[in-house]
């Protein structure tokens, strides 16, 4: 069975604060995916990877960085975090080969004070 | 650049069809997905469309006319647990995908 898990389920944090958000997949996937989802706005992609040590700006990477330094490990980080960052984060993968599918952990819902 | 556009709402009553309508603008398209989350969920894929035409899965079917920019989802039999936010999702032509803002569907008993 496929997993895609993350490291909090619920976060809180201070603005200014750094804030790292991690995932992994079992999979021995080549792509991984950092969203953002937001009532009425759907998912927005803010990076991803397609392989190890790679990274790829998605569409809202402003205030964001990733890491990945291992295959099934992506990291998405805060560098100082601010309140218009109170979101649902979620990190996805998929097969480079079957490349319609996407496999999605459960979020992290980051609260920033 | 890609967007595309979905009904915010759907209600429906158990046993009933409903359609969920995906129009999409894009530069670069390859295929139109679609994802079911429930509410505290994570997103789960249902189908994919590469191709113009009908794909089935079980109670679920998609549609894609790549001349109208226009898929849908159809949901048949419907059941309570088909109460969710509904997802189209384009791929384009790096492979990641753009989701629509997404349609929650109610169903009634």
């Known amino acids: 069975d496929v997993k895609v898990t993350q490291s909090s389920r619920y976060l809180v944090k201070r603005t200014g604060e750094k804030v790292f958000l991690e995932c992994v997949q079992d999979?021995?996937?080549?792509?991984m995916f950092w969203y953002r989802q937001d009532p009425g706005l759907g998912l927005r992609l803010i990076y991803f990877?397609?392989?190890?040590?790679?990274?790829e700006k998605g569409d809202i990477p402003e205030g964001y960085s990733v890491s990945r330094e291992k295959k099934e490990r992506f990291s998405l980080i805060l560098e100082s975090a601010s309140t218009n960052q109170t979101s649902m984060y979620l990190c996805?993968?998929?097969?480079?080969?079957?490349?319609?599918?996407?496999?999605f952990g459960p979020g992290t819902r980051l609260t920033v004070t | 650049g890609q967007s595309l556009e979905q009904p915010s709402e759907v209600t429906a009553v158990e046993g009933a069809i409903v359609q969920i309508n995906c129009t999409y603008q894009?530069?670069?398209?390859?295929?139109l997905s679609w994802y079911q989350q429930h509410d505290g969920g994570a997103p789960t894929f249902l189908s994919y469309?590469?191709?113009?035409g009908l794909e089935e899965t079980g109670r679920f079917s998609s549609f894609l006319s790549r001349s109208d920019s226009y898929g849908y989802l159809l949901l048949q039999e419907l059941q309570m647990k088909d109460s969710a936010s509904y997802f189209c999702?384009?791929?384009?032509?790096?492979?990641?995908?753009?989701f629509g803002s997404g349609t929650q569907l109610t169903v009634l008993p």
């Open positions: 996805a993968s998929r097969d480079r080969i079957v490349s319609y599918e996407q496999y």
């Open positions: 999979m021995d996937h080549e792509n």
């Open positions: 990877s397609y392989d190890v040590k790679m990274k």
């Open positions: 894009t530069s670069g398209f390859y295929g």
């Open positions: 469309n590469a191709l113009d």
């Open positions: 999702a384009a791929s384009g032509s790096a492979r990641q995908l753009t």
